[in-house]
């Protein structure tokens, strides 16, 4: 089974690798959330008890970071299961 979560305002950017993964024969089971990116992450990956989280990276300016922090960054600190990280 491989859970697609989607935080943010444009729930059906995750159609296209929803039919991906599905004609590539995975059960899969698609969520949607609002608010804050890592915390939704991490409080769905105990929801469901999720063994693995896969998580894309996104590069941005070491000023951005700085002031902004990186939602890869808090998960890989708060996150009691391996992550993941592809860019």
């Given at each position: 089974?491989?859970?697609?979560?989607?935080?943010?305002d444009?729930?059906?950017?995750?159609?296209?690798?929803?039919?991906?993964l599905?004609?590539?024969?995975?059960?899969?089971?698609?969520?949607?959330?609002?608010?804050?990116?890592?915390?939704?992450?991490?409080?769905?990956?105990?929801?469901?008890?999720?063994?693995?989280?896969?998580?894309?990276?996104?590069?941005?300016?070491?000023?951005?970071?700085?002031?902004?922090?990186?939602?890869?960054?808090?998960?890989?600190?708060?996150?009691?299961?391996?992550?993941?990280?592809?860019?």
């Amino acid at each position: 089974q491989c859970h697609l979560l989607y935080v943010g305002d444009h729930p059906e950017i995750l159609n296209e690798p929803m039919q991906y993964l599905k004609d590539a024969g995975l059960d899969v089971v698609t969520e949607y959330r609002y608010g804050d990116v890592a915390e939704n992450i991490l409080l769905y990956q105990q929801e469901q008890d999720i063994q693995l989280i896969v998580l894309g990276a996104f590069s941005h300016s070491k000023i951005h970071q700085f002031f902004l922090g990186s939602i890869a960054t808090t998960i890989f600190r708060n996150s009691a299961v391996p992550l993941l990280v592809v860019k």
